[in-house]
């Protein structure tokens, strides 16, 4: 119970936070716009190439921009995080009674919470643009909520490095290192089928590419829930262990202070 | 053995911890290998309940290890640490409960009010509700930030934020507070307004203060104790008056016009009563006499018959300056300064 009232603290002060910069939430807001319009005129023709089962592309590729949309908005969690540790906000909530797993929970709650905004705000988007998700109102929630578990697990995983790095510039470079391959080498612009075969391969043990299907699956007129179920428990697991590493970090950070 | 010699079985039964900060043998260090810096080799001290406690050192000397491993931030690689009767690293939580720490630099978020801030740390020690709010508002009045409380920190000023600092660490009235360089980075006149804090805080009741600082005033104005701390040991202990009182008499300090040599001074003041521990340094020369005034003629005649020119005297009462030369065997600034090149 501790651990839950200490995350709500937690999450209220990012939110907060986040509240207090306008062109910062502009910018969240825009961003996913943004890549859904750029990347649905600049694929458009894909729909024609043959073999491709979908004729809507903005359908298509919404699922992408919203695991996109997460990844990317959780691989740079750790940035805020480090700025605690120069201010010495860190150390001031490590001599106090507080939960270590809140400080880390308080944070994913606060970006899923973004992650859930910006994906409605794609959905909406989309369905102006002519997406019709089959799947319906339940499939749309099984999608955001799988692009959320991507999330957590890159912010758990983010917020880790974070303790370890302790500097900016290695954060920065890690996750430029990791985050736009991981996009790439998955479905989330282009069918599975038509992506060269090594890199369908490597797309079946990216975890970016568990969530576009399983999302992508969910949203269409058939959602294959076996699919679904098992990628949403990669997802799971991967979670799990993104959270104890996090949780480990703590303790490295905490030796070596 | 540490837990009985602190502890006091009252004749009712109750258990009063008379040590509130115990630190036995404490050894700490950071890196691998030859990379290797050794913060504290086996520091021991302790601190009895109702005082202010100072840790006097330059920077390096491992005052703010001292601090980390007391308020659970750091674990000691040896020895045991106690606070208020409980060990630090087998009950954490228990220890975090009776603490409140000003750690060096600051704590503040910067992206809240002062007002969030209290009320934040306030939650995290289970206060809520009105109790929480009369807290974080008398606190905030008490420090001076009555009018600043629902602006963003960012703006605070650097003493304003450490005033803040300050109030955030008495949220819990914690029993135990620690003070790291409370006073580091300040302008003079805020680190006088931060003494006079300070100085109300411990005397207040029952409340145990361990204070660090490499400035000698500070130690010798606030605390009841000092344990003056080199190379991540205590060197030396006890009252600022019984430290300065262990060296007998006052200093002698004076200016020659050219640096001369050690052996020659040495041997022109040899023959005169009560100068002792005469030390040159260039064109400095350092001693100690039982009675400086009367010692003064004495020196510089003894000086002028040898053909040294003397350009300055000036006589002392001890400081803590010459405390920390007679233990650590350099002065101040020297152990500043070689700390900072080994830092480099």
Known sequence: MTVVRHSYFMTIRHVRELLRQPWWIAVTLVQPVIWLLLFGALFKNVVNIPGFNSTNYIEFLAPGVIVMTALFASGWGGMPLIDDIERGVTDRFLVSPVKRTALISGRLVHSSLTIAIQSVIIVVLALIDGAAFAGGFGGVVVMIAVAILLGASFGALSNGLALLARREETLIAIMNFVLLPLTFLSSAFMQQNLIPTWMQHVADFNPVNWAVVAGRSAVSANPDWGLIASRAGFLVALLLVCLAFATRAFRTYQRSV | ?344
Do not use: C
């Not at chain 2, 109750?14 to 950071?30: C, D, N, P, R, S």
């Open chain 2, 1 to 344: 053995m540490l837990m009985e010699s602190g502890t006091k079985i009252e004749s009712s039964g109750a258990v009063v911890v008379e040590a509130m900060i115990e630190a036995e043998g404490l050894v700490k260090t950071y890196g691998k290998r030859d990379k290797a810096v050794r913060a504290l080799g086996g520091l021991s001290f302790r601190a009895r309940r109702g005082t202010v406690f100072a840790l006097l050192g330059p920077n390096g000397a491992g005052k703010s290890t001292a601090v980390k491993i007391l308020t659970t931030l750091t674990r000691p690689d040896e020895g045991q640490a106690l606070v208020a009767g409980t060990d630090v690293v087998a009950y954490p939580d228990r220890v975090r409960r009776t603490i409140g720490v000003v750690s060096q630099g600051t704590g503040v978020d910067i992206q809240a009010t002062g007002r969030e801030n209290l009320r934040l740390q306030g939650q995290l020690y289970g206060m809520r509700g009105r109790r929480l709010e009369e807290r974080a508002s008398e606190l905030l009045e008490r420090f001076g930030l009555a009018d600043a409380a629902d602006r963003i920190a960012r703006g605070y000023s650097g003493g304003m934020r450490r005033r803040l600092d300050i109030a955030m660490s008495l949220v819990h009235d914690p029993q135990v507070l620690f003070l790291d360089e409370p006073t580091t980075g300040l302008d003079p006149e805020v680190r006088a307004d931060m003494w006079d804090q300070i100085a109300a805080l411990a005397s207040e009741q029952d409340k145990t203060v361990l204070l660090t600082t490499h400035y000698l005033e500070e130690a010798d104005q606030l605390a009841a104790r000092v344990a003056i701390v080199d190379r991540g040991k205590v060197v030396a202990e006890g009252t600022p008056e019984e430290l300065k009182s262990e060296l007998r008499g006052d200093a002698v300090y004076v200016e020659l016009a050219e640096p001369a040599v050690d052996g020659a001074v040495r041997d022109a003041l040899a023959p005169i009563a009560g100068v002792r521990e005469v030390a040159v340094d260039g064109r400095a020369l350092r001693a100690r006499a039982e009675d400086g005034g009367r010692a003064v003629p004495s020196v510089l005649q003894a000086l002028e018959a040898r053909g040294i020119e003397v350009l300055s005297v000036r006589v002392a009462r001890p400081s803590l300056d010459d405390v920390y030369l007679r233990y650590a065997g350099r002065t101040f600034q020297e152990a500043e300064s070689e700390e900072t090149e080994v830092k480099k």
